[in-house]
């Protein structure tokens, strides 16, 4: 729940400025109200629109909820869904997830699910589990050919603003076993989704953790609000 008019148009403009390959796919994922801008504003370059939400409902007596049709009206080729502040504030569980998912790709869009496990999960040893579950339940929501659309988001909880990170290492096993999750549905998903991290992306372990082998890209947080941090990361992906 960031940005304004004036901090959207500057952010984006030295984002827009700063693309210099299309070797990589690039996205910003704005807070509702700002879409129309930020749609505008990236309008003519190879930088997408993304929502940071969407509702799991086509229409009706839900207020305040943004539908995914709304969105793709204002031309989002992205949903985020299921982020970890959404499960922990908002009491989101893996069946809203799952309805949500799906409801992103009826309208078109590509969602971008999210899965991760808490310090207390990892410390216990469950972390395969609790995220591989947490996928599962998803992917039974979907049909077969559905799960090559959509892009999956390992963000470990206890790695995000909290001084802990997560190695490479620690990093790619999970995507890994995510990674075999979907080959259980569907062998060309395997190949074809991308599976992002969000742990506390930045410019310094960006290339690290974008050189393993099964991390496709990152799902930034922070470091998305400063467009030389932003454009560093996308520089990495582009190198990878």
């Not at 949500?100 to 207390?120: F, H, I, M, Q, W």
């Not at 074809?192 to 947080?221: C, F, H, T």
Request: glycine residues 10%; aromatic residues 4%; proline residues 2%.
């Amino acid at each position: 729940m960031n940005g304004s008019l004036a901090a959207n148009a500057a952010l984006v403009a030295d984002i827009r400025a700063g693309l210099v390959s299309a070797n990589a796919d690039v996205a910003v994922c704005v807070p509702a109200p700002y879409l129309a801008q930020v749609q505008a504003a990236v309008a003519g370059s190879s930088l997408a629109l993304g929502a940071q939400d969407v509702s799991a409902h086509a229409s009706g007596a839900y207020t305040g909820e943004v539908s995914a049709a709304m969105l793709a009206e204002f031309g989002c080729k992205y949903a985020i869904v299921g982020h970890s502040e959404r499960r922990a504030y908002h009491g989101e569980n893996d069946a809203a997830v799952a309805a949500k998912t799906a409801a992103a790709l009826k309208a078109g869009l590509t969602p971008v699910v999210c899965v991760g496990e808490t310090l207390a999960e990892r410390e216990a040893g469950r972390t395969n589990d609790i995220v591989g579950g947490q996928l599962d339940v998803v992917l039974a929501a979907l049909d077969v050919a559905d799960v090559q659309k959509i892009v999956v988001a390992y963000e470990p909880v206890w790695a995000i603003g909290t001084g802990k990170t997560a190695t490479p290492a620690m990093a790619q096993d999970v995507h890994a076993m995510l990674r075999t999750r979907l080959a259980a549905k569907n062998a060309d998903a395997a190949v074809r989704v991308q599976i992002l991290y969000g742990g506390s992306m930045k410019p310094d372990n960006a290339k690290e953790l974008l050189a393993m082998s099964d991390i496709d890209g990152g799902l930034i947080g922070g470091a998305a609000l400063k467009a030389a941090d932003f454009l560093a990361i996308v520089q990495a992906a582009q190198g990878n």
